[in-house]
């Protein structure tokens, strides 16, 4: 009816839009983009969302739809509407964002965008003009081109090798996520009736927060499929319209779901998330332990995924920076997610750790044979190896210089009720051979560690007092 | 009551395209098409008669064009036609507000204790802290720890992450939020990296910002999940199609993972275009000490955004020029955009003012060679470190102090000469023709340079390749 405010009074963006072209579209004589740009405007309009419409421009002929609408416009790549309407659905959840496309976009390209956002379901509305060719390019084969239709890819009409059409709507409509499908089409009164409320329904769904909707809009494109309007929508109607049947194909009812809170941007909140703390830990070293090295040590933790190398690699780490020194730890995994190997390189620095890998550690501590075998002939003269007799039945030779500590980590924390505090009796058994640094400082760590599992600390410093008791025992 | 009239359409022919809809809905045959064509359009228009029409409006409503037919009383029709252009082609009349900058806020935080996490885990707080809540990403080693924290934390703060379909996905969800003008990012690694780049291309055209987290491993193809610098060149040269730059950030430290992802954003807003955070897969991995900043950013929304309100109704986001003519000046602006983020290039000396051997290294490798660098000078070389922090803008005016009076030049890299090569193109581009030879230390393959290679390199002048 009368025109949509939503329509620009001037086509100002339009590149052509001086004089008489700047109050006509850029479309065809026939072209359905007209019908289906004038029933959005109409249904914005209606439902009074002007000024919280963003429209996703897509690539094709309707990339420029910016140049009628007034109202927010983001331009999006070939295919890639659905997604950058969600970028902004979800940057401002108040605002209505309508993703805007044809087939090549929609069905081809942007497939996996498509298929992916109409699962998740947020409240967007997609509009999807089929017109079975691919308009803006010159007449290509699109996925929605019929068997037989010639197109420029497609000369002598599409062929079986080519794939049958993709029918979007029943696509679409067999997923969880949308809560409304319909495929309407333009080629008579009736028919656009009906797209037009199809679409103000579609958007006001997505008004009232309940979901993701989408229309399929058969349309018209009497330049590439080389026949006059008349004749277009004719064969819309007579060629189209059986394989791509018109209809409701998805109409459920659901509570509008669509809530988000305004993002938090509290300080507290985000250091507790974080672990941060204002309260100072105590410090128990004296100085840096330069009876192992004047500035930096490395140290080498192997074992398998499972075994707590890691995180006694960390525990070292966080005793390290507590007492103000510098210290990394580098995590490396075999393919397996878990039961593959499992080594941490460990930095413990006076000022900076300058190389954070560990190929040539000064102290390894072992948790299976594979681990001391590959690892042990890396250890610097004068060193320290320790490992887990418990499960290393043979150790191999290594340089006369190294120290070595055979302590049973995991017949330890088998009798203490728990086989995973094998690590901790490793690092108990580390601050006992080397006194890297005082035992408060790792026990601190330890605790620290498990602030939230209170229950385990006691056992825990049973572990971390036997593995020391271990080494003791081996001076004797 | 008087019944309100119902009003007939009316057509100034210059608009009709003659396609014939409105024959085909008119039920009382008041439409035909004209056997004239129209000297204005080329186009056949179609002809009224009226004397028939009931004014039901289906002609109307089967009109495409939105200044086609259109409903008018009698006497109606002078207000549609084209007798003032001062009216119709003047400053279009549109209520909409113009849009203004709803400036970001700075808020204080207490100070805390060093924390003891993972380079991503930094880098992430550091998008935090900068206001960034919406975060999307598809799940790469070795940066997921990222995106990991992220949906741990975001949630929490009523902030967003999605899980994409692909990373092609995320880099358009960051368009959409970025375009609405929140801070947005991703945690990703190399060949994840390489997929976002046609729409790192489409935010560098549309001036869009954005932070993009790249946590380099060994390529090419799927290669492996150990470090290497294997992206330079992409991140310095390669974003997608056309005439594209970013900012480049290379951390070497956790810290600087979360500082340098906070600078990121604020350059990412203050150029309006993407920057990159360059980190290797040890950076990614490594747990060290961080200490979080004193202060934190909320937000706001910059004047050129489409967030999707009636302050910003006018803004339009894209990267469409069509005619060549506009699309050279956007370049040309563009241009003129990369210069002037020169003044952000950034690099660290140490121990450069009277060195004779002057290493270059960036990210970790950076750490190993700055070890070299004090063990060289224990043993009495003269040796000093050139670190670029910013990988494109390249530091070349203080790499040229560095390098003064230097007699060796090593750079030192875990790719096959990709930092190499944007050296010789700085000091290239800056005229300099006169400097040493330049030796390398390199390994690939998710082998970082160690230390004693250095020392081999610089000592025995052995060159040191994989």
């Known amino acids: 009816m ?134 803006m390019t010159g007449g290509q084969m699109a996925p929605t081109t019929l068997m037989g239709q010639s197109s420029s890819t497609s000369p002598a009409g599409r062929n079986e090798y080519n794939g049958q059409p993709m029918k979007m709507a029943e696509i679409i409509a067999g997923l969880d996520g949308p809560v409304y499908v319909e495929r309407v089409a333009l080629f008579d009164a009736k028919q656009r009736i009906k797209a037009k409320k199809a679409i103000q329904k579609a958007i006001k769904l997505q008004v009232e927060g309940r979901g993701y909707s989408f229309i399929e809009v058969l349309a018209e494109c009497p330049t590439h499929l080389k026949m006059d309007p008349e004749a277009t929508a004719k064969w819309v109607k007579e060629c189209m319209e ?49 009876h192992l090295d004047a500035q930096d040590i490395s140290l080498k933790l192997a074992g398998s995924g499972g075994d707590g190398a890691q995180t006694a690699a960390m525990l070292i780490a966080r005793a390290a920076i507590s007492e103000g020194f510098d210290a990394t730890h580098i995590p490396s995994y075999g393919p397996e997610s878990r039961g593959g190997t499992s080594y941490a390189d460990v930095h413990v620095a006076k000022d900076e750790v300058l190389n954070p890998g560990s190929p040539d550690p000064q102290v390894l501590i072992a948790f299976n044979t594979p681990s001391l075998v590959k690892f042990g002939p890396t250890v610097r003269k004068g060193g320290f190896v320790i490992y887990d007799s418990s499960v290393v039945t043979e150790a191999p030779v290594l340089d006369p210089s190294i120290k070595v500590f055979p302590v049973p980590f995991t017949g330890i924390a088998t009798d203490l009720g728990k086989a995973v505090v094998k690590n901790i009796v490793a690092l108990g058994a580390l601050q006992a051979a080397t006194g890297i640094f005082p035992k408060d400082t790792l026990l601190t760590a330890i605790r620290v560690a ?18 020391i008791k271990s080494v003791e025992a081996l001076d004797k | 009551m008087a019944l309100k009239e119902r009003p007939k359409p009316f057509l100034l022919p210059e608009y009709c395209k003659g396609c014939g809809r409105c024959l085909d809905a008119c039920a009382k045959d008041c439409i035909t098409l004209s056997d004239q064509i129209n000297p204005l359009t080329g186009l056949v228009p179609v002809e009224l008669d009226l004397a028939n029409c009931n004014a039901c409006g ?11 037919l259109r409903p008018a009383h009698e006497g109606e029709i002078q207000d549609f036609e084209l007798e003032d252009p001062a009216k119709l082609f003047g400053v279009k009349p549109s209520d909409a507000p113009e849009p203004i900058d709803l400036p970001s806020e700075v808020l204080p935080l207490p100070r805390t204790e060093p924390l003891v996490i993972k380079g991503t885990y930094a880098s992430a707080l550091g998008a935090l802290l900068a206001g960034c809540r919406h975060v999307y990403g598809y799940p790469i080693t070795p940066s997921t720890e990222g995106a990991e924290l992220m949906a741990k934390f975001l949630p929490k703060l009523d902030g967003t992450f999605i899980q994409a379909v692909s990373e092609v996905a995320t ?115 490594m747990t060290g000490k961080v200490q979080l900043p004193e202060t934190m950013i909320k937000p706001g929304i910059p004047k050129w955004a489409v967030y999707g309100d009636a302050m910003h109704r006018r803004n339009v986001i894209t990267s469409i020029f069509l005619t060549e003519t506009d699309l050279e000046a956007h370049n040309v602006h563009l241009n003129a955009k ?31 060679a700055k070890g070299a660098v004090q063990d060289l000078r224990n043993q009495g070389v003269k040796a000093g470190l050139f670190r670029p922090i910013t990988l494109w803008p390249f530091p070349v005016e203080e790499l040229k102090k560095a390098i003064h009076g230097a007699q060796r030049i090593v ?34 393959g998710g082998i970082l340079p160690q230390q004693s290679e250095i020392m081999t390199r610089v000592l025995g002048q052995k060159e040191v390749l994989a």
């Open chain 1, 450 to 467: 498990l602030k939230d599992k209170c229950a385990l600390i006691p056992l825990n410093e049973e572990a971390f007092a036997w593995g």
């Open chain 1, 2 to 135: 009368s025109k949509a405010s939503v329509f620009y009074d001037k086509f100002e963006r339009h590149s052509h839009g001086e004089g008489l072209k700047g109050h006509a579209t850029h479309y065809c004589p026939g072209c359905g983009h007209g019908l289906a740009h004038k029933y959005l405007a109409e249904a914005i309009d209606e439902l009074g969302i002007q000024d919280r419409t963003v429209a996703i421009s897509p690539v094709g002929c309707s990339v420029f739809l910016y140049y009628y609408f007034d109202v927010g416009n983001s331009q999006a790549a070939h295919g890639r509407a659905p997604v950058v309407a969600l970028g902004h659905k979800f940057a401002n959840p108040e605002s209505v964002v309508i993703s805007y496309q044809g087939d090549g976009d929609l069905a081809s390209i942007g497939l996996a965008e498509t298929i992916a956002t109409a699962q998740l379901g947020a409240p967007i509305t997609v509009i999807f003009i089929n017109n079975a060719i691919y308009g």
């Open chain 2, 411 to 444: 750079v030192v890299e875990a790719s096959a000469g990709q930092l190499e090569d944007e050296v010789r193109l700085a000091l290239s581009k800056a005229g300099v023709r006169q400097f040493p030879e330049i030796e390398s230390v390199r390994r690939m």
């Open chain 2, 171 to 285: 880099v358009n969800m960051m368009y959409g939020t970025a375009g609405a003008g929140l801070p947005t990012m991703t945690f990703t690694s190399s060949p994840g990296f390489s997929l976002m780049l046609e729409g790192v291309s489409y935010m560098i055209g549309a001036e869009l910002p954005g932070v993009f987290v790249d946590v380099m491993r060994g390529g090419p193809g799927l290669g492996n999940i150990a470090p290497e610098q294997s992206d330079i060149k992409l991140a310095c040269h390669g974003l997608g199609h056309g005439n594209t730059h970013a900012i480049t950030l290379a951390p070497a430290t956790p810290q600087e993972m979360l500082d340098l992802t906070m600078l990121a954003f604020e350059l990412s807003f203050k150029y309006r275009n993407p920057v990159i955070l360059l980190g290797d897969g040890y950076l990614g991995q």
């Open chain 2, 338 to 368: 990369y210069e002037a983020m020169k003044v952000e290039a950034r690099s660290e000396s140490f121990l450069c003012d009277d060195a004779e051997v002057i290493l270059i290294a960036c990210n970790t490798p950076a750490r190993t």
């Open chain 2, 58 to 68: 289906l002609c109307m409503d089967a009109c495409p064009e939105p200044y086609g």
């Open chain 1, 242 to 290: 059986p394989v791509y049947p018109l209809g409701v194909k998805k109409d459920i009812t659901v509570e509008p779901w669509f809530k988000r809170n305004p993002p938090c941007f509290k300080g507290e909140k985000l250091l507790s998330l974080a672990g941060a703390t204002s309260e100072h830990s105590d410090r128990f070293c004296k100085g840096f332990p330069t």
